[in-house]
């Protein structure tokens, strides 16, 4: 059981560097849409929404390297508990704080809030079918050899 969850960390923790990366570049040109257009509110929610939707992927690939080195399953759990109901204040208070602020969209707060987690989502449905893909072809190359052997073995 524990040799499954240490091949699995690590390909986690590549996914989350990749939906961190793809959204520190959506955060950027939402920054970049806002240096053009700073009038714009729903230029300004995308931007507060992917910026604390970029936090809050850094905070759960942070917490998840520190639960994985947790040995007691149970205190595993409770420390990433912990970390959801943190996530869930701060998405509030974005969502509230959107509200508050009349130049601010809260439509476009609230479809920010969504970037890392559809990029990551993305990012693993991506990975599977490659991955899916690679090993279908290392089964078909494989088989293809076999044939090829066997029909020169009986030659």
């Given amino acids: 059981m524990l040799g499954q969850g240490a091949e699995i960390i690590p390909s986690l923790e590549i996914q989350l560097k990749r939906t961190v990366k793809s959204t520190a570049i959506i955060v950027a040109f939402m920054a ?3 240096v053009f257009d700073f009038q714009n509110s729903v230029y300004k929610g995308l931007f507060i929404g992917s910026l604390v939707s970029l936090q809050n992927a850094i905070l759960l690939s942070k ?69 899916s893909t690679l090993k279908q072809n290392a089964l078909n190359n494989n088989k293809v050899k076999q044939i090829q052997r066997e029909g020169g073995e009986n030659a």
Avoid: C, Q, Y
């Fill in 63 to 131: 917490r998840i390297k520190r639960a994985s080195a947790i040995k007691d399953v149970g205190k595993a759990i409770a420390h990433m508990r912990r970390g959801l109901f943190i996530r869930l204040i701060i998405i509030m208070a974005t969502l509230w704080l959107s509200i508050r602020i009349p130049t601010v969209n809260v439509n476009a707060a609230a479809v920010g809030l969504f970037v890392a987690p559809v990029l990551s989502v993305a990012d693993f449905i991506i990975t599977l079918i490659k991955e």
């Fill in 32 to 34: 970049l849409a806002l």
